[in-house]
């Protein structure tokens, strides 16, 4: 099974401030992952799939990298409403199985 | 837009079946480029799949839970159903159910129910 790790769980940042989540696989899922956004109380919204293929609808201060087994989301300059937390997930062996990392929380410093 | 929407009992008593449903309007459930997946959050943590379905019924679970998993579809209807057998405490999370590529390389996981809170408790 791959395993997927991200890092921090969380963070504190201020408005403005340039973010960077890493997520790192247990194995080479190639470009195979895709970044998500919670807000409390609300369904993940697909930010980035294929590692760096930004979704519609989607500001272009996030963006990802990476490739293999090391994969990073950017927020470039932070606004209020992205304080929520952000889940990595591999779809390399999609659909035979889904797998998510542990979630980073960014809160308000 | 498409929209999906579970329903189900909240409540489930422990050792009983847990079964939900998502209802699948404003899009096709029979689209061939995609599976329609359950996927849970216990409360305060992070987000676990349960399985997947093709319109046709082809059917991938989490190795974890596939001896409780059961998922199925109805295409007349537009929906797809689950049920986990042998319900504890543990299961007791908010059931999400949504929408993903058959390819991963091509898309995530990109419409979402607004999911379903589940107690087990007698």
Not at chain 1, 16 to 36: E, H, K
Not at chain 1, 52 to 71: A, E, I, K, N, W
Not at chain 1, 76 to 105: H, I, M, V, W
Request: include cysteine.
């Amino acid at each position: 099974d791959i395993q997927m790790t991200q890092s921090p769980s969380s963070l504190s940042a201020s408005v403005g401030d340039r973010v960077t989540i890493t997520c790192r696989a247990s194995q080479s899922i190639y470009s195979y992952l895709n970044w998500y956004q919670q807000k409390p109380g609300k369904a993940p919204k697909l930010l980035i799939y294929a590692a760096s293929s930004l979704q519609s609808g989607v500001p272009s201060r996030f963006s990802g990298s990476g490739s293999g087994t090391d994969f990073t989301l950017t927020i470039s300059s932070l606004q209020p409403e992205d304080f929520a937390t952000y889940y990595c997930q591999q779809s390399y062996n999609t659909p035979r199985a889904l797998t998510f990392g542990g979630g980073t929380k960014v809160e308000i410093k | 837009q498409l929209q999906l929407q579970e329903s189900g009992p909240g409540l489930v008593k422990p050792s009983e079946t847990l079964s939900l449903t998502c209802t699948v309007s404003g899009g096709s459930i029979s689209n061939n480029m995609y599976y329609w997946a359950w996927i849970r959050q216990p409360p305060g943590k992070g987000l676990q799949w349960i399985g997947s379905i093709y319109y046709r019924g082809s059917t991938y679970y989490n190795p974890s839970l596939k001896s409780r998993v059961t998922i199925s579809v109805d295409t007349s209807k537009s929906q797809f159903s689950l049920k986990l057998s042998s319900a504890t405490a543990a299961d007791a999370a908010l059931y999400y159910c949504a929408r993903h590529k058959i390819v991963g390389a091509t898309g995530g996981i990109d419409y979402w129910g607004q999911g379903t809170l589940i107690t087990v408790s007698s």
